[in-house]
């Protein structure tokens, strides 16, 4: 070998050496800082208790409790995956929230990991340059925000973590499919209709999915999307399969599930000044709360209404505006404005309170916008690998966030805190008001408990949580004429709420009033045939009137289909008394 031969080998290792260092730099050492970034962020938040929907999702929540008997019980939930997910928790580690955390905060990482790589890939298909650091502060924003706190440690509201995490896969295999190989397409199937089926902002996805091939995959030409049609009708397709598989088979969704005070035209009028308010948050990251309270308009002259519609105006001239500029930077506003709102209306639509958690995904596009205007200002380009100003200045608002959420964390560790933040911010919440009589009831602060209970219900008096729960105040003061009452308005109120009818069946129970007791827990168990509660009470109740058989059968029922379930001593005493007595069999 020559000794040019020799140098130009050695060239080319030092380069495949550089290449290499270069990949490590670009790749790893931004997903390691996220990882850790996040890691930090949210430990606080790894003991935190189930609050919430939590209790009644997840706690009380007999159907994950045998995950080999899950697969027939999530067709009664349009959220299955969600569901499933669960389930493993609760095979894995029962009630424990450390390991529902651990799962939570996990899937976020790969959230915001997921989010880098795309927004890298958008910078590389704008400027045909690789980037690194605006990429990289986007998905860190997104790692830190506190709005995602009623994502990440409110446990029941994984089904927005889990099914961004799919519709982000899906998103990257699709193009994937289009710049390496056609069979990366089933990938992005699957993931579509898993994120369809842990929460339903999956609809989206086949929109999302068209914009994106126009604007980046092929640059504003449309012929170039309509070769590659056939991807796109298959998506269309199975979004039209899976809107009647739900209509048919899951149950249907919350939709139009309005409050007694709404009224469509208001429900509707109202919606993009709720986009607005939380907009705001996302910008100036003051105010959040578990449960905000949105009033519906009362007159098209309200500054909501006036503010709405100015703002739908200006947000449809910026989007022609970067429609027809066509730049690099516009191409990237773009995508981010139509990403934030395309991603929401299905939220909009079918939900009466928009919360933090809806903004989880949606605000990947609002992070874009951010990063972008920094870069904006200081007149930089988005393949920048490094400037000293924008990385310090980025670095103290990604600070700020994160000291925001860590504080937020607090408040999910304490839910008697989580909900006086709630009232302390709107004090009309009757929702608020009811669960901080739940938590003053559990720690025996009886008066204070009754006082949140009476104030929930003059807020809102067709909300049968607070009627429930003061009947039960008044069962502990063995006041039970009082608390049939409250028992019997609530189930008024909502007759199929299985809850509320398993109450009042207690009611006549404490009353001796068996027979009505009997009935209303089978009014229970006709509603919903695995409420265990009720199951339970039932049982007893036949127990106490002398009717062995029929308790027997309950006992069994139970022992079937709960084999978990710690088997209470009257019910084992009551077989061996009836079989004793050569009772029959069931």
């Given at each position: 070998m020559g000794k040019s031969e020799i140098n130009r080998s050695i060239s080319m290792n030092c380069s495949a050496g550089n290449n290499i260092k270069n990949h490590f730099i670009q790749l790893f050492i931004p997903i390691i800082f996220i990882l850790l970034i996040c890691s930090v962020i949210y430990y606080n938040s790894l003991n935190a208790p189930f609050v919430f929907d939590d209790i009644v999702c997840i706690v009380r929540n007999y159907d994950i409790t045998q995950l080999k008997d899950i697969i027939p019980k999530l067709i009664n939930y349009d959220r299955p995956i969600t569901i499933l997910s669960f389930a493993l928790n609760y095979?894995?580690?029962?009630?424990?929230?450390f390991g529902y955390h651990i799962f939570n905060i996990i899937i976020h990482i790969i959230n915001c990991v997921l989010v880098f790589f795309i927004v890298k890939k958008m910078v590389f298909y704008v400027y045909q340059k690789k980037s690194v650091l605006y990429p990289f502060f986007v998905s860190l924003i997104f790692t830190v925000h506190p709005i995602n706190t009623e994502v990440v440690t409110y446990i029941y509201n994984r089904s927005a973590s889990l099914s961004s995490m799919f519709y982000l896969f899906s998103l990257i295999f699709f193009i994937k499919s289009i710049e390496k190989h056609k069979n990366y397409f089933i990938l992005t199937v699957i993931f579509f209709i898993l994120s369809y089926l842990t929460k339903q902002i999956g609809i989206t996805l086949p929109l999302i999915i068209l914009i994106f091939d126009y604007i980046y995959l092929s640059d504003f030409d449309i012929r170039k999307v309509i070769k590659k049609k056939s991807y796109h009708i298959v998506l269309w397709i199975i979004l039209v399969f899976l809107l009647v598989l739900q209509y048919f088979y899951f149950n249907e969704t919350q939709l139009q599930k309005k409050d007694y005070f709404w009224t469509g035209l208001s429900y509707y009028l109202v919606q993009p000044w709720v986009i607005l308010k939380f907009l705001?948050?996302?910008?100036?990251?003051?105010?959040?709360?578990?449960?905000?309270?949105?009033?519906?308009l009362r007159t098209l002259f309200e500054y909501r209404s006036i503010s709405s519609l100015i703002f739908v105006i200006i947000m449809i001239i910026v989007i022609y505006k970067l429609f027809i500029r066509r730049t690099e930077l516009s191409k990237l506003f773009l995508f981010a404005i139509l990403w934030y709102f395309i991603i929401l209306v299905p939220t909009s639509i079918i939900k009466v309170h928009i919360g933090e958690r809806h903004f989880y995904l949606p605000n990947i596009g609002v992070y874009m916008v951010i990063v972008g205007l920094y870069f904006l200002v200081l007149r930089k380009d988005?393949?920048?690998?490094?400037?000293?100003?924008?990385?310090?200045?980025?670095?103290?608002?990604?600070?700020?966030?994160?000291?925001?959420?860590?504080?937020?964390?607090?408040?999910?560790?304490?839910?008697?805190?989580?909900?006086?933040?709630?009232?302390?911010?709107?004090?009309?919440?009757?929702?608020?008001?009811?669960?901080?009589?739940?938590?003053?009831?559990?720690?025996?602060?009886?008066?204070?408990?009754?006082?949140?209970?009476?104030?929930?219900?003059?807020?809102?008096?067709?909300?049968?949580?607070?009627?429930?729960?003061?009947?039960?105040?008044?069962v502990d003061k063995k006041m039970y004429d009082e608390s049939i009452?409250?028992?019997?308005?609530?189930?008024?109120?909502?007759?199929?709420?299985?809850e509320a009818i398993n109450n009042l069946a207690g009611g006549y129970f404490m009353k001796n009033m068996f027979e009505e007791a009997i009935r209303n827990y089978r009014r229970a168990l006709k509603i919903n045939p695995y409420y265990l509660e009720a199951r339970k009470n039932l049982a007893i109740t036949y127990y106490k009137t002398g009717k062995y058989e029929e308790a027997l059968q309950e006992y069994r029922f139970i022992k079937r289909n709960f084999p978990d379930e710690p088997v209470e001593k009257n019910m084992e005493e009551l077989e061996k008394l009836i079989l004793s007595k050569n009772i029959r069999k069931w």
């Open positions: 095979y894995f580690g029962k009630l424990n929230t705001k948050l996302s910008f100036i990251p003051i105010g959040f709360c578990i449960d905000h309270q949105i009033y519906p988005l393949y920048l690998v490094w400037n000293t100003i924008l990385f310090i200045l980025l670095i103290v608002h990604v600070t700020v966030l994160g000291i925001i959420t860590v504080n937020r964390n607090k408040l999910y560790q304490n839910p008697l805190l989580l909900w006086q933040d709630v009232v302390k911010k709107y004090p009309n919440n009757a929702l608020a008001h009811d669960h901080l009589g739940i938590i003053c009831h559990e720690k025996g602060a009886l008066d204070k408990a009754y006082e949140e209970y009476i104030k929930s219900i003059e807020l809102d008096p067709e909300k049968e949580n607070a009627y429930t729960h003061l009947g039960v105040w008044y009452k409250y028992f019997k308005e609530a189930v008024r109120i909502a007759p199929n709420n299985v």
